[in-house]
């Protein structure tokens, strides 16, 4: 015999736990209340719970399962504590241009651990394979997850049952059973229960011998309302992965130097880099500063420019001024989806070396200036009529290496060493020195040329943080969804009454998912108003 079939004839699909059709429970035999079927999708199978063993039902089967979907949810809650113990890369807090200045950031901040941090790739989580992985996961378990329970609910509750069997009424929390006189009128009994319900907000269906009143349904809805929320959360967070929906880079631009936005057609430059300070007198009250000083404003006056040759590789740039004014903290540079925040500075850094060529055996007569600029230093300098200056060597952050030969620690100018030949008498005599620390090596023990070395150029350094994130408004509307779907699910509740005649008899029962005992004084009132012969008894809420 077919155990999908109930009694009453209806034949259920495999793992159907109420009657579809008399809401009988199917191979139980409710003896106590605590041992009614699950309520939760009104006893419907569901997909996952059919006899199928094709790899798509064995796919369908894994992600439908909730402990698997915290399962996920963990491994992703954990890889992202995990990548918040060190700063990403975009914001390390200083410029780090290649990715050898990367890792040498971490090991040198960080230690061991941030070794460690980096090797792994932690430093640039976010964006990392793996972890959009985990979130197309969580996403395909959101979706399968709802509609295998969503679509039996929806047949449940588009079709409610009336006539339910006595074990289905039996096995709510809120049960009674009465007796009724020989006289008794079924159909004004069941009028007045119809009537006090519907003063209460029900709905009412109705038969000839029962009546099922319900409010609140569309709270059932609530929590698949969140997994949409969370879905269109994720589906804007992916979205963050295409080219052109999403991008946050830092760039650190000296004044002066025009600077290309990566992965946009656009270029940046830092016209002038101002730091404004509280005067006293601006100040509400006098305060202790101890020759300290409180900064009003952080602000970069930029042009920013648009390369009308982006589309064509190997071109050179064909730059047009698209916009120009202030980056102040908090108010970007707008240009269309792209916003450039000030959100960081470098004040006072080495931006060229200045010297004097002098003639030592001239009583040290003033030959001409060269300027080394510590960003892009020229090769070669012609200073004078015959006389010719050029770069040998050029160490941006000097340190000596573990050969034993000279090396740079970073590519920025922070401890620049700088190896010059000067040529002088029209290339008849050359001689070679160094700078270093402040000092002039040379290479002859009694030279003929020397550098006066002269005040530094010092230059600001502007961070900016460039931002696109055409993901944002579905990101937002999505987490709107969200905190919808959470308020339909806490502030309301599903009730259910059936008020069922039979020969001689009457049953009430009521269920709700939640909120029991404000169900129950409903009852108590829907008894009391309707005079009916019962008595609601408490029983142990049913098995969730």
């Known amino acids: 015999m077919d155990q999908r079939k109930c009694e009453c004839g209806h034949t259920n699909p495999v793992g159907t736990l109420l009657c579809e059709s008399c809401g009988k429970p199917l191979n139980v035999e409710v003896h106590e209340q605590t041992s009614f079927p699950d309520m939760r999708y009104e006893g419907m199978a569901r997909r996952s719970q059919?006899?199928?063993?094709?790899?798509?039902?064995?796919?369908?089967?894994?992600?439908?399962?909730?402990?698997?979907?915290?399962?996920?949810?963990?491994?992703?809650?954990?890889a992202s504590a995990v990548g918040t113990i060190f700063p990403q890369q975009m914001y390390i807090p200083v410029p780090v241009p290649t990715e050898a200045d990367v890792a040498r950031f971490y090991t040198e901040?960080?230690?061991?651990?941030?070794?460690?941090?980096?090797?792994?790739?932690?430093?640039?989580?976010?964006?990392?394979?793996?972890?959009?992985?985990?979130?197309?996961?969580?996403g395909t378990s959101l979706v399968i997850c709802s509609l295998d329970r969503v679509v039996p609910l929806y047949k449940a509750l588009n079709k409610p049952r009336l006539n339910q069997h006595k074990s289905f009424l039996k096995g709510q929390k809120l049960f009674a059973e009465g007796e009724l006189a020989p006289e008794a009128n079924h159909e004004a009994i069941l009028d007045a229960s119809a009537l006090a319900l519907k003063e209460k907000g029900y709905r009412i269906f109705r038969t000839e011998r029962a009546i099922?009143?319900?409010?609140?349904?569309?709270?059932?809805?609530?929590?698949?309302?969140?997994?949409?929320?969370?879905?269109?959360?994720?589906?804007?967070?992916?979205?963050?992965?295409?080219?052109?929906?999403?991008?946050?880079?830092y760039v650190w631009v000296r004044e002066g130097q025009t600077m290309a936005i990566p992965n946009t057609p656009y270029y940046i430059k830092n016209e002038n880099y101002t730091t404004e300070y509280w005067s006293e007198e601006e100040m509400p009250e006098q305060l202790e500063l101890k020759g300290g000083a409180i900064v009003k404003s952080y602000q970069t006056d930029a042009i920013l420019y648009k390369n009308k040759s982006a589309d064509v590789p190997g071109k050179k740039p064909d730059l047009v001024e698209v916009q120009k004014g202030p980056i102040v903290v908090n108010h970007p540079m707008e240009q269309d989806s792209l916003?450039?925040?000030?959100?960081?500075?470098?004040?006072?850094q080495l931006g060229a070396l200045n010297f004097t060529v002098v003639d030592l055996k001239?009583?040290?007569?003033?030959?001409?200036?060269?300027?080394?600029?510590?960003?892009?230093?020229?090769?070669e300098q012609t200073i004078a009529d015959g006389f010719t200056v050029r770069i040998l060597d050029y160490f941006p952050d000097f340190i000596m290496g573990k050969d034993g030969k000279p090396a740079t620690k970073t590519n920025l100018p922070k401890n620049p060493m700088v190896a010059l030949e000067l040529i002088g008498d029209n290339g008849n005599y050359n001689e070679k020195l160094v700078y270093l620390e402040g000092t002039i090596l040379t290479q002859k023990n009694d030279p003929r040329y020397g550098l006066d070395i002269k005040m530094p150029d010092l230059v600001d350094i502007a961070g900016l943080n460039v931002r696109v994130d055409k993901a944002l408004p579905l990101i937002y509307f999505g987490s709107f969804i969200f905190l919808a779907g959470v308020a339909i699910g806490v502030f309301w509740q599903h009730r259910r009454v059936w008020v069922q005649t039979q020969e001689g008899s009457i049953m009430v029962?009521?269920?709700?998912?939640?909120?029991?005992?404000?169900?129950?004084?409903?009852?108590?009132?829907?008894?009391?108003?309707?005079?009916?012969?019962?008595?609601?008894?408490?029983k142990t809420k049913a098995k969730a």
């Open 50 to 78: 059919t006899n199928n063993t094709k790899v798509i039902d064995r796919v369908w089967n894994f992600f439908s399962s909730v402990k698997i979907a915290i399962g996920i949810i963990i491994v992703i809650l954990v």
């Open 109 to 138: 901040t960080y230690g061991t651990i941030g070794t460690i941090f980096y090797g792994l790739g932690f430093h640039n989580m976010y964006s990392s394979w793996w972890f959009v992985t985990l979130l197309v996961m969580l």
């Open 212 to 249: 099922m009143a319900e409010k609140g349904r569309f709270s059932r809805w609530g929590p698949y309302i969140n997994h949409i929320g969370l879905i269109l959360f994720l589906v804007g967070t992916l979205m963050r992965s295409l080219p052109g929906f999403y991008l946050d880079e």
């Open 339 to 348: 916003y450039i925040y000030q959100s960081g500075v470098q004040e006072m």
């Open 362 to 379: 001239n009583n040290k007569k003033e030959i001409g200036l060269i300027k080394i600029d510590l960003y892009n230093p020229q090769p």
């Open 509 to 538: 029962a009521a269920h709700t998912n939640k909120n029991w005992f404000g169900l129950r004084r409903e009852v108590d009132g829907l008894v009391k108003q309707a005079e009916l012969p019962v008595t609601i008894e408490d």
